[in-house]
Every structure is written in structure tokens, then in C-alpha cells.
């Protein structure tokens, strides 16, 4: 179907679905769009895009996709004030991290800060610290890439490392979350970018997350912090932080996902991830297994544990889903697009069945 919008407004798109610009001038994000390439829109997101000048777009609508047409741009003029801070620190790589509850639009705003950053020909590191909703890599991991492209959708980004937490909620992993941080952080101080946007997961309210929080920015050592504040959720966190904070308002186009949507946006990740998976068979003497001793005693065949394969040092390969531990072979099938040989398997929590999908 094909939709007309008029300059200075903004289409908002709920997937699942996919446009591509026929004519006229839109962007999303601040990147602008091309005619030549069409935008997918996953299931549980809502995008916006914006049109310059008078726009005709090409939409498919998958089952309960939406559109809608609103007036002025979805991007609140707060979001410029961190950028106008950044540009005038000298440091380099300069760290940003950036906090908000829940669907606050945390992943947003970084796509915003990403193509507004490079569009002055910079080198960026995103790192998703966000593990129950992860962009880059799979969920249950914390993964990082960088970029000196504008870009559509921080999920459209190749990670180029990742750390396996196993979990999708931090508070059954918290040492474990703050580490893998700490450890891509350190790895990325090594590459050859100009800042590093730290993404965080939606847990701050409780005295649990605060404390969480607090010892996850004192690890990550932020320059500056970005916080996305609905009402007054974030001031008790902030409270207890020594680096500089700007705050900023969320999108008015925000919606509060359903448990169900966030799961569904979890599951593509690991479809994406296992897309192609084959059976493959490690020997237990030619591969370390971790935690120690953590092998479940019986493993049925329609489902199976989450696991992380790494090769040499702190390499990683992909994910896996254990479907068989072989007692006579003494050794492990696993269901990965990995066609490397790991070294390391690492033991996850969560558990998948047959098409990917969280138990």
C-alpha cells in the first residue's frame, strides 16, 4: 500500500512490518532514508520517521501492524543538549552511558546519538549492556560493535564480540553483568573509536537495582550519563553517582511493550543467532565446560539449555542450544550455527524449545 505524508511530520510504524521511501525526503533517527532500501520493522517495535519533504511511501503490514500519522518531529529537542556536551569534551574515546526504566527508549536514543556522531565523521562503539533485551547479539549477552556509518536499527549492527551471561535478567547475574561490561569496555579501549555508548537494561527502581546500578557505573566509568526520565524513577540512582548526568525527556511515541512482545523480541534474537543451526557433537575431553560439574544429570531432546561457545581467549563464537549429553560417547550435541570448533562451552539459563522459543 502506498501512504502520503506531508513535510514536518512524522509516520509512526508498528511491525511487523517494512516501507521503503518512493519519493521525497524522510529520515528515522536522523539517518536519512533511501529510496533503494526498505526498512523492516520487527514485531514489538514502533519507528518513526520523519519527513523532510512531502513523502510517499511503499508499506507492507504484517498481522496487527499499525501506522500513524502525527504532527512535528517524535524526537524531543532535549535529545540535542548531551550531544552539545559531548562535542565540547575533549577526551577521546569519550564514554556515554545511558540509563531509563523499561521502554523508555533507551535503544532509540542511542541509534539517535550513533548517526548524529558519525554524521561528523567519527568512529562509535556501542556496547548493549541490556541482556533481557538485547540489540546487539543475542539476549543473554553483552555485546558491542562499532560504526562510523549511520545506521537504520541497532539490531541491523554486526556484533563484533560478545560476552555469554546465560540469563535475561541481570538479577539472577549481577557480578556476572557487571563484569562482562567491564571486560567488552576494556576490549573496545583497544579499538580505534572516538566514544563508546553504553547501553543498560530497564532495572533501576528497587534499592536492589540501585545498588546494581551504582556499582555497575562505578565499574564502567562513565564521562558522562544520559538519563532517560519519565516522571522521577531515576533520581534515587542518581543521587548516588559522581559522574555528570544530563537528563533528558523520552519520545511522546513510546508504548509500553507487553511480557509477551518482549519475549517475542528475545526470540528473534536467537533465531537470528541460530539461524541455519546444525547438530553438532563435542567430546567432553576437548572441551572446557562452564560452570564446572553444572551438567544437568538428563537432558530431554525437545529442549534444551542455552549455551555459550567460545574459541581461544575471550573469542566469541555464537550460541548453541544443548540437545543431547551422551554418556556413552561421552560428549555433547549441541544445535549451533557455529562452524568453528569452540574450546569453551559456556552453561546458560535459559532454556529454548525446538523453534527457539523460551520455556
Not at 513523502?55 to 503490514?61: C, N, P, R, T, V
Not at 560476552?163 to 556476572?176: C, M, R
Not at 566514544?195 to 556499582?215: H, Q
Not at 549441541?334 to 529454548?352: D, F, M, N, W, Y
Request: aromatic share 6%.
Amino acid at each position: 500500500m502506498k501512504q502520503t505524508v506531508e513535510s514536518n511530520r512524522t509516520l509512526l510504524v508498528e511491525g511487523p512490518a517494512s516501507l521503503r521511501l518512493v519519493s521525497g525526503k524522510a529520515e528515522m533517527f536522523s539517518h536519512q532514508l533511501k529510496e533503494t532500501v526498505r526498512i523492516v520493522v520487527r514485531e514489538g517495535k514502533r519507528l518513526p520517521f520523519f519527513v523532510l519533504e512531502k513523502a510517499i511511501f511503499d508499506l507492507s503490514l504484517g498481522p496487527n501492524a499499525t501506522i500513524q500519522d502525527v504532527g512535528g518531529s517524535t524526537i524531543p529537542p532535549s535529545w540535542n543538549i548531551p550531544l552539545e556536551a559531548i562535542s565540547g569534551m575533549p577526551k577521546r574515546p569519550l564514554t556515554v552511558l545511558i540509563l531509563g526504566k523499561i521502554d523508555s527508549g533507551k535503544s532509540s536514543y542511542c541509534n539517535y546519538l550513533v548517526n548524529k556522531l558519525v554524521d561528523g565523521k567519527c568512529r562509535v562503539a556501542v556496547l548493549d549492556g541490556d541482556i533481557g533485551h538485547s540489540d546487539i547479539g543475542s539476549s543473554g549477552t553483552v555485546a558491542y560493535a562499532t560504526t562510523s556509518k549511520q545506521i537504520t536499527e541497532l539490531y541491523n549492527v554486526k556484533f563484533q564480540n560478545a560476552f555469554f551471561v546465560g540469563t535475561i535478567s541481570p538479577i539472577t547475574a549481577l557480578p556476572k553483568t557487571i563484569e562482562a561490561l567491564a571486560i567488552m569496555k576494556d576490549e573496545i579501549l583497544n579499538k580505534n573509536v572516538d566514544f563508546i555508548l553504553v547501553n543498560t537494561d530497564g532495572w533501576v527502581t528497587s534499592d536492589i537495582a540501585v545498588r546494581y546500578k551504582t556499582a555497575l557505573v562505578n565499574e564502567v566509568k562513565p564521562d558522562i550519563i544520559v538519563g532517560l526520565q519519565v516522571e522521577n524513577e531515576l533520581e534515587p540512582l542518581i543521587a548516588n553517582l559522581d559522574s555528570p548526568v544530563i537528563m533528558v525527556e523520552p519520545s511522546p511515541s513510546l508504548t509500553q511493550r507487553t511480557a509477551e512482545k518482549r519475549k517475542v523480541l528475545r526470540e528473534m534474537t536467537y533465531s537470528k543467532y541460530l539461524k541455519g543451526a546444525k547438530q553438532q557433537f563435542y567430546y567432553l575431553s576437548q572441551v572446557t565446560i562452564e560452570p564446572r560439574n553444572a551438567l544437568p544429570k538428563n537432558q530431554a531432546p525437545e529442549k534444551g539449555l542455552l549455551v555459550g561457545l567460545y574459541g581461544s581467549g575471550n573469542k566469541f563464537l555464537g550460541i548453541g542450544i544443548l540437545r543431547e549429553i551422551n554418556q556413552t560417547r561421552k560428549a555433547l550435541k549441541v544445535q549451533t550455527s557455529v562452524s568453528a570448533k569452540p574450546s569453551r562451552i559456556v552453561l546458560g539459563k535459559v532454556v529454548l524449545d525446538k523453534k527457539f522459543r523460551e520455556i
